[in-house]
């Protein structure tokens, strides 16, 4: 009987060592992982600020362009109408 509760506790305190060591490993997996998820979420950060940066540029040169344009006074078709004055 002595042996058979010698043997469980021995395996018991194994098991612990087992599940200490792969704690261990777990802790190390989910820090990697929260340190790709913090680059991944920079990476996306810094591509919504370009493409925001892209789109104001964007604005900017069609209103600067059409300031031209008025000043100018040229008229842009749709294709739909044409009185002579309008460029295609």
Request: charged share 10%; glycine share 8%; net charge negative.
């Given at each position: 009987?002595?042996i058979?509760?010698?043997?469980?506790?021995?395996?018991?305190?194994?098991?612990?060592?087992?599940?200490q060591?792969?704690?261990?490993?777990?802790?190390?997996?989910?820090?990697?992982?929260?340190?790709?998820?913090?680059?991944?979420?920079?990476?996306?950060?810094?591509?919504?600020l370009?493409?925001?940066?892209?789109?104001?540029q964007?604005?900017?040169?069609?209103?600067k362009?059409?300031?031209?344009?008025?000043?100018?006074?040229?008229?842009?078709s749709?294709?739909t109408?044409?009185?002579?004055?309008?460029?295609?």
């Open positions: 009987m002595l058979v509760i010698g043997i469980v506790i021995g395996a018991v305190s194994i098991s612990q060592v087992f599940l060591i792969n704690m261990k490993i777990l802790r190390g997996q989910v820090t990697l992982l929260d340190s790709y998820n913090n680059q991944a979420a920079s990476a996306v950060h810094a591509l919504s370009s493409n925001l940066t892209n789109t104001e964007l604005v900017i040169t069609a209103a362009q059409e300031a031209i344009a008025q000043h100018l006074g040229i008229r842009f749709d294709g109408e044409d009185d002579g004055t309008m460029v295609h």
